[in-house]
């Protein structure tokens, strides 16, 4: 069966600080693989989508980025945090573009 | 804008009852899925209903698509403690392979 993993669990960073959040999934290949942020009490909002390897789409230009290095790695990455990146991030996977498979979020906070 | 709305925003019932969230969209959709999520949680999958159907079960949810009204309804039947939690409804549309639109989700609260 397929397994999703996101990691850390919570972070508290300081502003200015760099962030890199790790996903990785396993029992598949080739898996569409998602970056969201969600805000307290509120929706989803896509961060970035890849497709496969080293092809990022970026939704929401901001001081994030994002890798995918090898199949079922994706990365989320900034140099320099802002305030307003605090939130909740949310990794998912998609056999085939239609129900997404969500990790278990990594809560960032930065101070 | 793609964006829907569900409503209500927070809904709470007592043990046992049923309940009734609904989700609307402003284009045509491939598929509409609605997704539960317990809080400071990871989002899981519920239900995916296509744009041909109408209706779908599964166990005590029940889902509804109105094309014609581009709505769509999520019904829990007897309700339980450990329902309480957000519900999230994310259109698939035509134009996208890869990406669902989410709406703001209802907040379920099921007191005991």
């Known amino acids: 069966s397929q397994t999703i993993h996101q990691w850390p669990a919570t972070l508290v960073q300081p502003v200015g600080s760099p962030l890199s959040l790790e996903c990785t999934v396993e029992?598949?290949?080739?898996?569409?693989l998602y970056w969201y942020r969600q805000a307290a009490g509120r929706g989803l909002q896509l961060l970035f989508y890849?497709?496969?390897?080293?092809?990022i789409s970026s939704e929401v230009p901001q001081n994030l980025s994002a890798s995918r290095p090898q199949d079922r790695q994706f990365i989320l990455s900034s140099k320099k945090l802002l305030l307003s990146d605090s939130g909740f991030y949310l990794c998912?996977?998609?056999?085939?573009?239609?129900?997404?498979?969500f990790g278990p979020g990594t809560r960032l906070l930065v101070l | 804008s793609q964006q829907g709305e569900e409503d209500p925003q927070a809904l709470s019932i007592q043990e046992g009852e049923n309940a009734t969230m609904n989700c609307s969209y402003k284009?045509?959709?491939?598929?509409l899925q609605w997704y539960r999520q317990n809080s400071g949680r990871g989002l899981v999958h519920l239900i995916l209903?296509?744009?041909n159907e109408r209706e779908k079960h599964s166990g005590r949810l029940r889902v509804t698509l109105d094309t014609s009204k581009k709505s769509s309804s999520l019904l829990i039947t007897a309700s339980r403690a450990a329902d309480t939690a957000s519900y999230f409804c994310?259109?698939?549309?035509?134009?996208?392979?890869?990406?669902?639109?989410w709406g703001a989700g209802t907040k379920l609260i099921i007191k005991p």
């Open positions: 998912a996977w998609s056999p085939g573009g239609e129900t997404q498979y």
């Open positions: 029992g598949t290949s080739n898996p569409n």
């Open positions: 284009t045509s959709i491939n598929n």
């Open positions: 890849s497709v496969g390897i080293g092809q």
């Open positions: 994310a259109r698939g549309f035509m134009d996208s392979n890869y990406q669902l639109i």
């Open positions: 209903i296509r744009s």
